[in-house]
C-alpha cells in the first residue's frame, strides 16, 4: 500500500516558478516509479514527467520540457517538481503518481495516486 500527499501548489504569476512536493508513506519508496500528472478543468488527466526508482532516469512531456524537473529524494521518500517559466495553460490539479513498472515514458500502470495540489498561474 502507497499513500501519496502532495503540497506546495498556490497562486503564481506568469513566469513566475513553484516547487510542487508529494511525500510518500510506503515500506520502500525506492520500488517505484514516480510520475507527476495534472487535469485542468474541463480537460483530461495528462502526463506530465516521471522519474526512474533511482532518479537516473527521467521523461517529460514536449510542453514542459526545459521548463519543469522532476527529482526525488529516496531517504525522505519524496518526490519534487520544480516548475519554472510557468504559464497560465500550466494552471491545474497536480497530482504524484507511484508504479512499481520501470518504464518511465509511459502513463500507464499507475495505480497509487495523491489527492492532488492546486497550481493556478495568473496575473
Known amino acids: 500500500q502507497v499513500q501519496l500527499v502532495e503540497s506546495g501548489g498556490q497562486l503564481v504569476q506568469p513566469g513566475g516558478s513553484l516547487r510542487l512536493s508529494c511525500a510518500a508513506s510506503?515500506?520502500?519508496?525506492?520500488?517505484?516509479?514516480m510520475g507527476w500528472f495534472r487535469q485542468a478543468p474541463g480537460k483530461e488527466r495528462e502526463f506530465v514527467a516521471a522519474?526512474?526508482?533511482?532518479?537516473?532516469?527521467?521523461y517529460y512531456v514536449d510542453i514542459v520540457k526545459g521548463r519543469f524537473t522532476i527529482s526525488r529524494d529516496n531517504a525522505k521518500n519524496t518526490v519534487y517538481l520544480q516548475m519554472n517559466s510557468l504559464k497560465p495553460e500550466d494552471t491545474a490539479n497536480y497530482y504524484c503518481?507511484?508504479?512499481?513498472?520501470?518504464?518511465?515514458?509511459?502513463?500507464?500502470?499507475?495505480?497509487?495516486w495523491g489527492q492532488g495540489t492546486q497550481v493556478t498561474v495568473s496575473s
Open positions: 503518481a507511484a508504479k512499481v513498472g520501470s518504464r518511465i515514458s509511459s502513463a500507464a500502470g499507475y495505480n497509487y
Open positions: 522519474i526512474s526508482w533511482s532518479g537516473t532516469g527521467t
Open positions: 510506503v515500506r520502500t519508496f525506492s520500488d517505484y516509479t
